[in-house]
């Protein structure tokens, strides 16, 4: 892959020297193929409102779907270099990291955790090359942030099931090939792989939306869907299932956004410096110093952030609220700081000639998506004193 336009990373405390070659290895790759492959095409993938479905082949053999998990197919690479990973995937595109957060942590990551060794044998090589398309389906029109409401069921029915009911925003939905579905079996959730030629499964497209366009998103019906027994996940019972899954994926997410401001703010690094009034170029003056000053600093945080969550992770102590803490602020100031990329880049900074505003309006469904701002605050709020303010 040639250097051309290579993208040099944001890494203002040399947080790369803590990394080792194998991780930069990694990094590095998936770097050039965002260069490469993503970035002249993600523009005209988002304003086509279509997920690129023709670099998923090789995002499988590049090892991007299910990296972290070991054997089946899958890379096996450690939760640093996954990190990195999800990190320069954001910084192509929200909607290219949301693929490989759902391959792998909301679909290969439940079979893997979950499944039976028939369904691991089955789905996770397929999954992780990228013939197969999975998608996660929790969410439903009454049940967003709550879940545990969710009112989709599954009825024994001799050696099948029967599922009923419907999904909504689940990533991937009109294009998955399986869906992994949570819905209340006597009164408990539990996790079933659907297949989408199940007769009494079908899907549709959410469209309209103005984020994330980049990435299907979908609605799933299930209406008298008849799958068979061995289908259900046999280790999955009740709600913690479900948010396990989200866990890994917040953890992906965590990471991601940084890259997101990254290239938010390389770019108004650049044009900054190129654009000039008054004489002079932009960067010169001292309030656009003070944005880009911020930035930075808010970036240099997040990346700290996440270096040390990996570290909990790898040494298994990272707590779901540890990965709450890291979802919420790194939202946060990745939406800060692509609103401060958009400003700098004036008028222009509304087209899709530029990456601001297509990151800017991507990070609000990441900040919406696998626990909102308040869910994680309440989380946080609730580790912290002990006291639920949830309900
Ligand atoms: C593009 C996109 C892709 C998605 N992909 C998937 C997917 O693949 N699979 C899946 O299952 N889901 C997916 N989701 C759904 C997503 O997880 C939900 O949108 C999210 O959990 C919020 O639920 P909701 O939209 O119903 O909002 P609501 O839960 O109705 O929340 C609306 C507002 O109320 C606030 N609120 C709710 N409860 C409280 C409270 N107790 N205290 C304070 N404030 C509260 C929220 O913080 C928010 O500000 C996706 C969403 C989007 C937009």
């Given at each position: 892959?040639?250097?051309?336009n290579?993208?040099?990373?944001?890494?203002?405390?040399?947080?790369?020297?803590?990394?080792?070659?194998?991780q930069?290895?990694?990094?590095?790759?998936?770097?050039?193929?965002?260069?490469?492959?993503?970035?002249?095409?993600?523009?005209?993938?988002?304003?086509?409102?279509?997920?690129?479905?023709?670099?998923?082949?090789e995002?499988?053999?590049?090892?991007?779907?299910?990296?972290?998990?070991?054997?089946?197919?899958?890379?096996?690479?450690?939760?640093?270099?996954y990190?990195?990973?999800?990190?320069?995937?954001?910084?192509?595109?929200?909607?290219?990291?949301?693929?490989?957060?759902?391959?792998?942590?909301?679909?290969?990551?439940?079979?893997?955790?979950?499944?039976?060794?028939?369904?691991?044998?089955?789905?996770?090589?397929?999954l992780?090359?990228g013939?197969?398309?999975?998608?996660?389906?929790?969410?439903?029109?009454?049940?967003?942030?709550?879940?545990?409401?969710?009112?989709?069921?599954a009825?024994a029915?001799?050696?099948?099931?029967?599922l009923?009911?419907?999904?909504?925003?689940?990533?991937?939905?009109?294009?998955a090939?399986?869906?992994?579905?949570?819905?209340?079996?006597?009164?408990?959730?539990?996790?079933?792989?659907?297949?989408?030629?199940?007769?009494?499964?079908?899907?549709?497209?959410?469209?309209?939306?103005?984020?994330?366009?980049a990435?299907?998103?979908?609605?799933?019906?299930?209406?008298?869907?008849r799958?068979?027994?061995?289908?259900?996940?046999?280790?999955?019972?009740?709600?913690?299932?479900?948010?396990?899954?989200?866990?890994q994926?917040?953890?992906?997410i965590?990471w991601?956004?940084?890259?997101?401001?990254?290239?938010?703010?390389?770019?108004?690094?650049?044009?900054?410096?190129?654009r000039?009034?008054?004489?002079?170029?932009i960067a010169?003056?001292?309030?656009?110093?003070?944005k880009?000053?911020?930035?930075l600093?808010?970036?240099?945080?997040?990346?700290?952030?996440?270096?040390?969550?990996?570290?909990?992770?790898?040494?298994?102590?990272?707590?779901?609220?540890h990965?709450?803490?890291?979802?919420?602020?790194?939202?946060?100031?990745?939406?800060?700081v692509?609103?401060?990329?958009?400003?700098?880049?004036?008028?222009?900074?509304?087209?899709?000639?530029?990456?601001?505003?297509?990151?800017?309006?991507?990070?609000?469904?990441?900040?919406?998506?696998?626990?909102t701002?308040?869910?994680?605050?309440l989380?946080?709020?609730q580790?912290?004193?002990g006291?639920s303010?949830?309900?």
């Amino acid at each position: 892959m040639s250097e051309l336009n290579s993208f040099q990373g944001v890494d203002y405390y040399q947080i790369s020297s803590l990394l080792s070659e194998e991780q930069k290895r990694i990094r590095d790759t998936v770097r050039a193929f965002v260069d490469e492959r993503v970035l002249p095409i993600i523009a005209d993938c988002y304003e086509s409102h279509r997920f690129p479905i023709e670099l998923l082949p090789e995002m499988g053999r590049l090892g991007l779907l299910g990296a972290n998990l070991k054997g089946y197919g899958s890379a096996g690479i450690d939760d640093l270099a996954y990190g990195l990973m999800m990190q320069e995937l954001e910084r192509g595109d929200s909607g290219l990291r949301s693929m490989a957060s759902v391959q792998g942590a909301l679909v290969m990551y439940p079979i893997y955790t979950f499944g039976s060794e028939r369904q691991k044998e089955q789905y996770l090589p397929q999954l992780a090359s990228g013939e197969l398309i999975g998608c996660f389906g929790l969410t439903e029109p009454e049940h967003g942030s709550d879940p545990s409401g969710l009112e989709t069921t599954a009825v024994a029915d001799g050696d099948s099931y029967l599922l009923n009911g419907g999904k909504t925003w689940i990533t991937n939905g009109d294009i998955a090939h399986i869906a992994i579905v949570w819905a209340k079996l006597a009164g408990q959730i539990h996790g079933f792989i659907v297949e989408r030629d199940r007769p009494g499964f079908s899907s549709a497209t959410i469209e309209g939306k103005f984020s994330m366009r980049a990435s299907n998103t979908g609605e799933l019906y299930f209406n008298d869907c008849r799958i068979p027994q061995e289908n259900i996940l046999p280790q999955a019972a009740g709600l913690k299932a479900p948010l396990m899954c989200l866990n890994q994926a917040r953890y992906g997410i965590a990471w991601g956004v940084v890259g997101a401001a990254m290239a938010c703010y390389a770019e108004a690094v650049d044009y900054t410096l190129a654009r000039r009034q008054f004489g002079r170029p932009i960067a010169g003056f001292q309030l656009v110093q003070e944005k880009l000053v911020d930035m930075l600093s808010a970036i240099t945080q997040a990346q700290l952030l996440c270096y040390r969550l990996g570290q909990l992770k790898s040494a298994g102590r990272m707590r779901h609220t540890h990965v709450s803490l890291a979802k919420r602020n790194n939202c946060r100031i990745a939406l800060d700081v692509a609103r401060k990329a958009r400003d700098l880049l004036g008028g222009n900074g509304i087209t899709l000639d530029y990456q601001a505003i297509r990151h800017l309006t991507n990070l609000e469904t990441v900040s919406t998506y696998e626990g909102t701002d308040h869910i994680h605050t309440l989380a946080l709020g609730q580790d912290i004193t002990g006291i639920s303010a949830f309900r």
